[in-house]
């Protein structure tokens, strides 16, 4: 079975300034895909960024990247420039490309910004 | 992206009484996912729902507990059935677009009181 971790249950940043969360996973799959997901008080679930396993460059998304580490079982998003509406719960997930692919999420980061 | 309407957003239900949440999407989708939220905690699936046929639990979640149904391609509902305060969760809707990509409905608080 797939685990996800994300090791920092909380962190904050300041306004415009740099953060990276971290996220490791373990599987014995060799074809899959990661995620973060952002969820605002709002609630809704918002894609944030996606990495193939296959492809060794690291996502990017504006100010959003990845450091996928593959052997390492390591994917860690880089916020760049951090805005107020960052402040989020961030949802590292692991999907396997089998039939009955489903996510397995970690137990999230909490992001705050700080003006 | 994909419109999932669900509803309702919120309630609040007495213990062993049963809510029913809905969940739309804007266009046919193979399958719908269903998950838990406890509160503070991370998304957990109840169940995969396919159109015509049963759904499929994942371990820990039973059928006469959470009945689903999916009448159509675009259409689901899960039911929480004899509730009791250890209910209380967000419970979401999702549905894959492209195979990979993931999309959420709005969610649904309960409060079992």
């Known amino acids: 079975a797939q685990t996800v971790t994300q090791s920092q249950p909380e962190m904050s940043v300041q306004e415009a300034e740099t953060v990276t969360l971290s996220c490791t996973y373990d599987?014995?799959?060799?074809?899959?895909?990661l995620f973060w997901y952002k969820q605002p008080p709002s609630r809704q679930m918002i894609l944030v960024i996606r990495q193939e396993a296959y492809k060794q460059q690291n996502a990017t998304e504006n100010r959003f990247s990845v450091n996928f580490q593959k052997a390492a079982k390591s994917f860690s998003l880089k916020i760049s420039d951090s805005q107020l509406g960052d402040t989020a719960m961030y949802f590292c997930a692991f999907m396997k490309l089998t039939v009955g692919q489903n996510f397995v999420f970690g137990p999230g980061t909490r992001l705050s910004v700080l003006p | 992206s994909a419109v999932i309407s669900q509803k309702p957003s919120r309630d609040i239900c007495q213990r062993g009484t049963s809510l029913t949440i809905q969940c739309q999407v804007d266009?046919?989708?193979?399958?719908m996912f269903w998950y838990r939220q406890q509160p503070g905690q991370s998304l957990t699936l109840i169940a995969t729902a396919n159109q015509g046929s049963e759904a499929t639990y994942e371990s820990g979640f039973v059928i006469d507990k959470f009945p689903i149904s999916r009448p159509n391609l675009t259409f689901s509902t899960l039911t929480v059935s004899n509730m009791s305060p250890e209910d209380s969760s967000i419970y979401l809707c999702s549905v894959l677009r492209g195979g990979t990509e993931a999309f959420f409905g709005q969610g649904t608080r309960l409060t079992v009181v």
């Open positions: 599987t014995s799959e060799n074809n899959y895909y």
């Open positions: 266009s046919q989708v193979t399958m």
